[in-house]
């Protein structure tokens, strides 16, 4: 079970899912009003960070990886899209009870308080900023929160600074900015696919060909052939008959294998641009002096 005390080791840590899938990493955690416990942690997925889904942390589990929490990582793909402005109103906070499955929570349960990095004080009697109440002393630092703006007094009633390390940081301020962190993700581009069909073309060739005509020859009578002249009656009629030939162009098709096809892939590696706004804090003086103001 994770507990106040342990908060500076979830945030900013990887989240699982119920199966060891990376969902994330830890962004924010939500305390119950009522009873001051965890009970959602913001976790930031996508690309580049820049989506929150909120997730139950009552029953998750910080091992040496991170943070381990009971629900699948598609069920926190597409949980209830909520701001993250710092607190949840019950309304919020039912729908993702629903959501989850988790019943109605704690009975007659107020608005949920987030504690982030921001939040985390580095003292034996840890208090979480932002949830003070007016003239609330905080033990063992002589600090009150006399407006009750969640913000921490001094002894002289000088409101202590919020820095990365906590309303008990010393005197130097810490200054962050965004980076650009680019990657790349493969996704479906298109398809492309063989498909054979049949057409049909007009081919024309020329193709020579044979055919047998009659000619009429006369041989004059002769010693070698008066033999065969002289047999038969001397006058008569006779009939010959001679076969003619012809040659005609015959058409045939076969189907013969001309080629093999098939698709390839090949990658091809193109420049293109990315471009994003990058936040940076800037620290200015104020007050001081003329002398402090020169320097």
Request: net charge negative.
């Amino acid at each position: 079970m994770i507990g106040t005390e342990t908060l500076d080791r979830v945030i900013g840590k990887d989240v699982y899912d119920e199966a060891g899938q990376k969902i994330g990493s830890a962004g924010e955690v939500y305390l119950d009003d009522e009873t001051g416990q965890p009970e959602w942690v913001t976790v930031r997925t996508g690309l580049f960070g820049t989506k929150e889904s909120f997730v139950p942390i009552r029953d998750a589990d910080l091992t040496d990886d991170g943070l381990r929490v009971p629900v699948s990582k598609d069920r926190v793909k597409d949980a209830p899209k909520i701001d993250t402005d710092g607190h949840l109103s019950p309304e919020e906070e039912q729908e993702l009870y629903r959501y989850y499955g988790m019943g109605t929570g704690t009975t007659g349960r107020t608005d949920t308080n987030r504690t982030s990095e921001m939040d985390l004080e580095n003292t034996s009697g840890r208090s979480m900023a932002g949830t003070g109440t007016v003239g609330t002393d905080v033990a063992g630092t002589g600090r009150r929160d006399t407006d009750g703006d969640g913000v921490y007094d001094d002894v002289q009633g000088r409101a202590v600074g919020h820095d990365t390390s906590g309303p008990t940081a010393d005197d130097a301020m810490t200054r962050s900015e965004e980076r650009l962190r680019v990657g790349t993700t493969t996704e479906e581009a298109g398809r492309a696919r063989l498909r054979k069909y049949v057409v049909s073309e007009n081919v024309t060739q020329t193709v020579p060909v044979t055919h047998e005509e009659v000619r009429l020859e006369r041989e004059p009578i002769t010693d070698a052939n008066v033999g065969n002249a002289m047999d038969g009656p001397a006058i008569s009629e006779e009939e010959h008959e001679v076969v003619l030939h012809a040659e005609r162009a015959v058409v045939e098709k076969e189907a013969v294998p001309v080629e093999r096809v098939r698709l390839d892939k090949t990658t091809v590696t193109e420049q293109e641009q990315v471009s994003a706004d990058l936040r940076k804090e800037e620290i200015e003086v104020e007050g001081g002096g003329d002398a402090e103001r020169r320097r």
